[in-house]
């Protein structure tokens, strides 16, 4: 059974090195070396993780399965918001499950939890941004009810890449 903890200061190197090879995982096979590691150097560091965890309008979160970190999701609240800072929403920055355990319904556990979460505190809405070449990631979403409502820039390296912004309402 995953138990979904929330991840404490003390856990910023876990949190790291596991955000790290999710990223990898899903994403070095698709992009160039280069780009990926330019990428890396910037959002993969220790000050960097340490920043978003004392973010008061972020949270973290593991899917614990054995003892084991096996997936983790990140949300978003008011100004930390990446895209809209709308104080009537929840962004999923991120969610990812160890390719090992994909087919687990982790991701659905999480996603569960994050859209818990956004009803527990009266949110009009939840949002996420996807790769607009992630197709399994976008059919999942879809499958939530999630839809297409804008879509943004996102540098890889020096490879401009665009994101679809999704959105699912709750009200």
């Not at 949270?59 to 997936?71: I, P, Q």
Request: hydrophobic content about 40%; glycine content about 6%; charged content about 25%.
């Amino acid at each position: 059974m995953v138990t979904i903890q929330r991840v404490q200061h003390s856990e910023a190197d876990t949190l790291l090195a596991f955000s790290k090879k999710t990223f990898y995982e899903f994403f070095d096979h698709l992009n160039e070396p280069a780009n990926m590691e330019a990428y890396s150097s910037v959002a993969f560091t220790p000050q960097r993780i340490r920043s978003e965890l004392s973010n008061p309008n972020s949270e973290f979160y593991f899917a614990m399965l054995d003892n084991e970190v096996v997936g983790y999701l990140k949300l978003n609240f008011n100004d930390a918001q990446t895209e809209f800072k709308d104080t009537n929403a929840i962004e999923v920055e991120r969610i990812y499950v160890s390719g090992e355990h994909h087919g687990k319904r982790i991701g659905k556990q999480l996603m569960d939890f994050a859209l818990d979460i956004a009803r527990a505190k009266q949110l009009e809405y939840v949002w996420l941004g996807v790769w607009e070449h992630n197709d399994k990631a976008m059919g999942f979403y879809e499958r939530y009810g999630f839809e297409i409502c804008g879509s943004h820039e996102f540098m890889l390296g020096d490879d401009l890449q665009t994101d679809l912004l999704m959105k699912k309402m709750l009200v």
